[in-house]
């Protein structure tokens, strides 16, 4: 039978792994192998993923993947370890010390000066950016969802400026599976770091070692630092650290990097190691007395026959063997092999396959889980079930329950809302705004005592004071905003969301991790851009970076709240959520287009580790708001402190640069009046109207201060209800920001940042048009 | 123009000369830094811009 047949609640053993390509690949890496035990823990809510209990953590995939996966079933619980553990003798092996590869003092370390490079490599939502703060002192963002980093980011260790260390994306293994882990892998490979620092998971420590197993077989000086201790023993187990260094052959160095705890320890280990280049004691992981030793007189014969090959090509023998058995593309192109060494080859993993009854991908993965089921029943007391994991089945019982998850999904997000638009932000808000005006007041009043200049005066209050001022009070709002989402990202929700949600955006031709990128998007849409580097298929990634923009962005919550206030502030929070509905609508819509006429196909299979909950740390969501609001900030008073001053200088002028008491006479009026029809059919063909949205491309909260400017405060009497409603669909839908859209030019390239810029106007007109059509169908017109 | 004028001035060209700064130095970092692409730490943008060498 097929893992898709088996019951909740049952157990079984994994008998085959069928599928091909990079998938299949991902399936053997993440544990799925002949032999696993699995059970099922639950289907999500429309019946589709499915989530499983593997190696001790829980993994979702579809039912269409999990149809190609033979099991046999099992009675009882699945039991993750055999429980033989017993008290650890081991005597300390001292590696990554002076005294184990050299006496104390001695040993032939690299010259002085030369900078120590390392690579901070290990499992997604394992911690590594959490230890590269606490090494580093930097304050790069952390969440708790697989991915959050997607690019490579560098550092010097605090105290060690001789260090230069680089926190990769997380990957599974080196097989590379989606573009983030091409970087990891790349950079492992190809600049070659003075030393690696290989986080493991220690309450998820089997799967974890399964890349540890490939980075030891690059023959890179490495330490393994054992992260989240503090959990396993507190729940009751424990890891005997000098048996698993004894057997890894590398320093291993327990740690709680949230809590700083056994950090300095790693950076002596790891320093160490890479000054003296000791690299790992063992490498060799194939039995030769296990299942026949198939597998290990296959690897050693590829060995020799490749060596030449994979020193010419600076590739680490042993891992190139390894990975040439499983029939990486990338490391056989690399070899350049002849005709007749590939059929020697294909001869010997042929061979293989028949005496080990497995074929070559599975033989390899199994060589790699048999050795560390070996390290971990040695070594490994693991907790019966950590209070975390029981603490999450319990919270999942409802946010992931099958009639209760998308209930208590909409009801999160309205909350979010609510609380942002009506309760705290706007509160907030007010009291902002009341600060601002009387400050307002008190230069105005100020420079008229001072008998300033007319000019100079009109600039500092109807410029300034009027523009920036307008934007600043909107700051409360956005880090409220972002106070909620980052508490989603931190608590390990936003997982749950694309596990609750795949079936519905497989129906758009998404996979449901195309929700954590949209998601962000409600934050900003140029980290959601980045964020999609997650997605291993390019299909869905490209989808998912064109309805980015339609996630309404923090940046345009001024404009509405501007107009909401100023129009329609009865209906304050029912048409804030109904605008943010509204592009989630119209995303949709854009979905379906993408996905008839431009990317046809399938969404890409969905296999996604869900991360136990956690508290949001109180540091990490602080140190969020506070770059947030720093940032807000900052644009405030270099991007639209500069388009304030351009548009009041334009406004105040003519063409022959004589100053005008009428702005309908001035250079703005002149050159945005000859815009002015093309929005004549949307209602908003005021001068002023189109010079705002103009500005908005530069940065989005600059439309509400170019209104403020142009109209000198008198919105409400210049605009009728019926336009401010034109103009709120029509920002909600144009074009992104330009940061946002060199954003996309850095990921698809120049042809779909000017397509996204193009077809996001024409959307946007068309949408305010018939908005304008049926307002005026319906009496509301001027 | 009095001498009010005058200081209002200069402190308006000022304000204007490092707002452009900023705005320059957003512009090169390809946005990153105004939307946690980085967390607002330019030696860590991963755009490979050349803003790390500003800071």
């Known amino acids: ?782 | 123009m009095n001498a009010v004028d005058v200081i209002l001035l200069i402190l308006l060209a000022v304000m204007l000369f490092f707002a452009a700064r900023a705005a320059f130095r957003r512009k090169k970092s390809g946005g990153c830094c105004e939307t946690g692409g980085c967390s607002g730490n330019c030696g860590a943008c991963p755009y490979e811009c050349g803003c790390k060498k500003d800071e």
Not at chain 1, 677 to 696: A, E, Q
């Open chain 1, 1 to 782: 039978m097929t893992l898709k047949e088996l019951a909740v609640g049952k157990s079984a053993e994994v008998t085959a792994v069928g599928g091909d390509g990079a998938l299949r690949q991902h399936f053997l890496d993440m544990g799925v192998i002949p032999g696993a035990r699995v059970k099922l823990l639950k289907f999500a809510p429309m019946g589709d993923p499915m989530e499983l209990l593997i190696h001790g953590y829980n993994l979702t995939l579809r039912l269409a993947e999990a149809d190609k996966i033979m099991i046999r079933p099992i009675s009882g619980e699945a039991p993750d370890l055999p429980e033989k553990w017993q008290e650890p003798p081991t005597p300390h092996p001292g590696l990554g010390e002076g005294g184990k590869f050299h006496p104390k003092g001695s040993g032939d370390p690299l010259p002085e000066g030369e900078t120590l490079t390392f690579a901070l490599v290990g499992n997604q939502n394992c911690g590594k950016t959490t230890l590269f703060n606490q090494l580093t002192g930097a304050n790069q963002h952390v969440g708790n969802f697989p991915g959050v980093t997607v690019d490579r980011k560098d550092g010097a260790i605090k105290n060690h400026p001789e260090t230069l260390v680089t926190d990769l994306p997380g990957i599974y293994s080196m097989s590379p599976y989606s573009s983030e882990e091409i970087v990891s892998r790349n950079f492992v490979l190809e600049n070659k770091p003075r030393g690696v620092i290989n986080i493991v998971d220690a309450s998820n420590i089997e799967r974890n070692l399964y890349l540890t197993m490939q980075l030891l077989e690059m023959n890179v000086p490495m330490v393994v630092a054992l992260n989240m201790m503090d959990e396993v023993t507190a729940n009751g187990g424990t890891i005997d650290i000098n048996g698993m260094e004894m057997m890894l052959g590398v320093p291993v160095i327990p740690i709680s990097a949230a809590k700083n705890e056994g950090v300095h320890e790693l950076v002596d280990h790891a320093v160490h190691v890479a000054k003296y280049q000791e690299r790992p004691l063992a490498r060799d992981f194939c039995d030769e007395n296990t299942n026949g030793g198939a597998v290990h007189r296959c690897l050693h014969a590829i060995r020799h026959l490749i060596e030449d090959h994979a020193v010419r090509a600076g590739l680490p023998v042993r891992f190139a063997a390894s990975k040439v058995v499983e029939g990486d593309e990338q490391i056989l192109k690399q070899l350049a092999l002849d005709e007749n060494e590939t059929d020697m080859m294909e001869h010997i993993i042929l061979q293989m396959e028949t005496e080990r009854g497995l074929d070559r991908s599975a033989a390899i993965a199994d060589m790699r889980f048999s050795f560390i089921n070996k390290v971990c029943l040695r070594t490994v007391k693991k907790p019966v079930e950590s209070r975390e994991h029981k603490r999450s089945e319990k919270i999942d019982r409802i946010l992931t329950g099958k009639y209760t998850s998308i209930p208590v999904f909409i009801a999160i997000m309205g909350l979010i809302f609510w609380l942002t638009f009506n309760v705290v932000g706007a509160g907030l808000q007010s009291l902002l705004e009341s600060g601002i005006t009387a400050l307002s007041v008190g230069a105005d009043a100020a420079l008229t005592a001072a008998n300033v200049n007319p000019a100079i005066h009109s600039l500092i209050t109807e410029g300034i004071f009027a523009g920036v001022g307008s934007v600043l009070s909107f700051l409360p709002i956005i880090v409220t905003l972002f106070f909620f989402l980052s508490m989603l990202e931190d608590s390990g929700y936003i997982a749950r969301v694309a596990f609750v949600m795949d079936k519905l955006l497989r129906k758009i031709g998404l996979s449901g991790r195309s929700i954590v990128p949209l998601l962000i998007g409600f934050g900003c849409t140029v980290p959601a851009v980045m964020s999609t580097r997650t997605l291993p298929s390019e299909r869905d990634r490209k989808i998912t970076i064109l309805l980015t923009p339609f996630m309404s962005c923090t940046a345009k919550l001024p404009i509405y709240a501007f107009f909401v206030d100023h129009f329609f502030s009865d209906y304050k929070a029912l048409i804030m959520t109904g605008l943010y509905v509204l592009g989630v609508l119209t995303g949709i819509g854009a979905a379906f287009l993408f996905k008839g006429l431009v990317f046809k196909g399938e969404a890409a299979p969905f296999v996604m580790e869900l991360p136990n909950y956690r508290l949001p740390g109180i540091k990490n969501v602080g140190r969020l708001l506070w770059e947030k609001a720093k940032d807000f900030l900052q644009r405030a008073f270099s991007i639209i402190l500069i388009a304030t001053i351009v548009i009041w200088l334009l406004q105040s002028f003519d063409l022959q640069l004589n100053p005008v008491t009428d702005s309908r006479q001035s250079i703005l009026a002149f050159v945005a009046g000859k815009l002015a029809f093309i929005m004549r059919p949307v209602g908003l063909d005021d001068w002023r109207i189109c010079t705002s949205l103009i500005s908005g491309f530069l940065a989005k909260e600059s439309v509400v201060s170019t209104m403020e400017v142009l109209f000198g405060g008198a919105v409400s009497s210049a605009v009728s209800p019926l336009s401010a409603a034109c103009l709120l669909v029509f920002s909600l839908l144009y074009t992104p920001c330009v940061a946002a859209v060199s954003a996309i030019r850095r990921e698809l390239g120049r042809f779909w940042a000017v397509g996204v810029v193009v077809w996001q106007c024409v959307l946007a007109w068309v949408a305010a048009s018939v908005v304008h059509l049926i307002g005026m169908l319906a009496g509301f017109g001027v």
